[in-house]
């Protein structure tokens, strides 16, 4: 017997929205959550190593310094949720304050399975936890969540590592206010992000000297090549990284060095680039301290505190939904 499953042919998402942001007019783009397949996450993994990269650090500074305070805002019961876990690395900080008083349910939420795999594995040892990873995307696996929560138990929502800056401009407030109904008042987020500091340091940051951002960056067409059967060159595209003055954003491109045409049969689609043209492939918006507090107020939420990082500009800040 055949399987119909495997013999339909059904444009995946990954194609549909290939295809769209490869014809748009004027900026061609790709979505950036595309860069976190198996091997973009590995690479991602490093990136938080690099020296360039002060961003991790400083989080998991304010995280392994602080934990007991962030702690203490919580009610007794809590259930977590992680959007966009990663490694779980630096949620351990958390969840080891919180499994000081209390046995927790632990929800990451991830569109990168082999991230989600890592993730077990990080906290695999913690006695006090249940961990229950959702391959999904973030709404989408966090009204399960919301859904699976025990009576009178408060909802902690994780959104680390500065991802709210990787929203486009506005899209961040849509984005929190839709987090927001899906809460309970009481609950809570514990937002980090990532401050604006000189530019210099910002630009490193995303353009490190051993080039592994530029090979994170670039393995998004090796992926398109493999999944959609295209023939991108990729010795033919560089990485590049500007600092958005108007938007106050780190953008990623990857700019065509050649005129060229590109095939990615598995959209259906061929693409002309001209000599210098580029792909917008992800864009990393820094805050200031109180664009965070008009982001919580203008969403639904109160700010109750917020930690910084001494050495690198950076807020962890803890929101309640109003
Ligand atoms: N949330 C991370 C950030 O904005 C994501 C990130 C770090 C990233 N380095 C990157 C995304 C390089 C794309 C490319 O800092």
Same mark, same amino acid.
């Given at each position: 017997?055949?399987?119909?499953?495997?013999?339909?042919?059904?444009?995946?998402?990954?194609?549909?929205? $290939?295809?769209?942001?490869?014809?748009?007019?004027?900026?061609?783009?790709?979505?950036?959550?595309?860069?976190?397949?198996?091997?973009?996450?590995?690479?991602?993994?490093?990136?938080?190593?690099?020296?360039?990269?002060?961003?991790?650090?400083?989080?998991?500074?304010?995280?392994?310094?602080?934990?007991?305070?962030?702690?203490?805002?919580?009610?007794?019961?809590?259930?977590?949720?992680?959007?966009?876990?990663?490694?779980?690395?630096?949620?351990?900080?958390?969840?080891?304050?919180?499994?000081?008083?209390?046995?927790?349910?632990?929800?990451?939420?991830?569109?990168?399975?082999?991230?989600?795999?890592?993730?077990?594995?990080?906290?695999?040892?913690?006695?006090?936890?249940?961990?229950?990873?959702?391959?999904?995307?973030?709404?989408?696996?966090?009204?399960? $969540?919301?859904?699976?929560?025990?009576?009178?138990?408060?909802?902690?929502?994780?959104?680390?590592?500065?991802?709210?800056?990787?929203?486009?401009?506005?899209?961040?407030?849509?984005?929190?206010?839709?987090?927001?109904?899906?809460?309970?008042?009481?609950?809570?987020?514990?937002?980090?992000?990532?401050?604006?500091?000189?530019?210099?340091?910002?630009?490193?940051?995303?353009?490190?000297?051993?080039?592994?951002?530029?090979?994170?960056?670039?393995?998004?067409?090796?992926?398109?090549?493999?999944?959609?059967?295209?023939?991108?060159?990729?010795?033919?595209?560089?990485?590049? $990284?500007?600092?958005?003055?108007?938007?106050?954003?780190?953008?990623?491109?990857?700019?065509?060095?050649?005129?060229? $045409?590109?095939?990615?049969?598995?959209?259906?689609?061929?693409?002309?680039?001209?000599?210098?043209?580029?792909?917008?492939?992800?864009?990393?918006?820094?805050?200031?301290?109180?664009?965070?507090?008009?982001?919580?107020?203008?969403?639904?939420?109160?700010?109750?505190?917020?930690?910084?990082?001494?050495?690198?500009?950076?807020?962890?800040?803890?929101?309640?939904?109003?």
């Amino acid at each position: 017997m055949t399987d119909r499953a495997s013999t339909l042919v059904i444009p995946s998402d990954f194609a549909f929205l $290939v295809r769209e942001g490869l014809t748009r007019e004027g900026q061609k783009e790709l979505l950036s959550k595309f860069l976190y397949d198996q091997l973009g996450s590995a690479l991602f993994d490093v990136i938080c190593l690099l020296p360039e990269y002060g961003l991790t650090r400083a989080e998991e500074r304010i995280l392994s310094r602080h934990a007991g305070d962030i702690v203490k805002h919580l009610p007794q019961s809590v259930a977590v949720a992680e959007l966009g876990s990663g490694t779980g690395k630096k949620t351990r900080l958390l969840l080891e304050a919180l499994c000081r008083r209390q046995t927790v349910s632990y929800y990451p939420i991830e569109i990168s399975s082999s991230a989600l795999a890592s993730c077990a594995r990080e906290l695999n040892d913690m006695r006090c936890l249940s961990v229950v990873g959702l391959e999904r995307e973030y709404l989408d696996g966090l009204l399960e $969540v919301a859904a699976r929560r025990a009576e009178g138990q408060r909802l902690l929502v994780l959104f680390l590592g500065s991802t709210i800056g990787n929203f486009d401009r506005g899209a961040n407030g849509k984005f929190l206010k839709q987090l927001r109904r899906i809460l309970w008042e009481g609950d809570f987020l514990l937002l980090g992000a990532d401050l604006e500091k000189e530019v210099d340091t910002m630009l490193a940051a995303y353009d490190d000297s051993l080039g592994v951002t530029a090979a994170f960056n670039l393995n998004l067409l090796t992926r398109i090549n493999r999944e959609l059967d295209a023939d991108f060159r990729l010795g033919q595209f560089t990485h590049e $990284v500007i600092f958005n003055q108007r938007t106050r954003s780190i953008e990623m491109h990857l700019r065509s060095s050649a005129e060229q $045409v590109v095939r990615v049969a598995g959209a259906d689609l061929t693409i002309d680039f001209t000599l210098g043209e580029s792909i917008h492939t992800e864009t990393c918006h820094k805050f200031s301290l109180e664009e965070l507090q008009q982001l919580a107020q203008g969403s639904g939420f109160r700010p109750a505190s917020t930690w910084l990082d001494s050495q690198w500009p950076f807020a962890e800040t803890l929101w309640v939904a109003a």
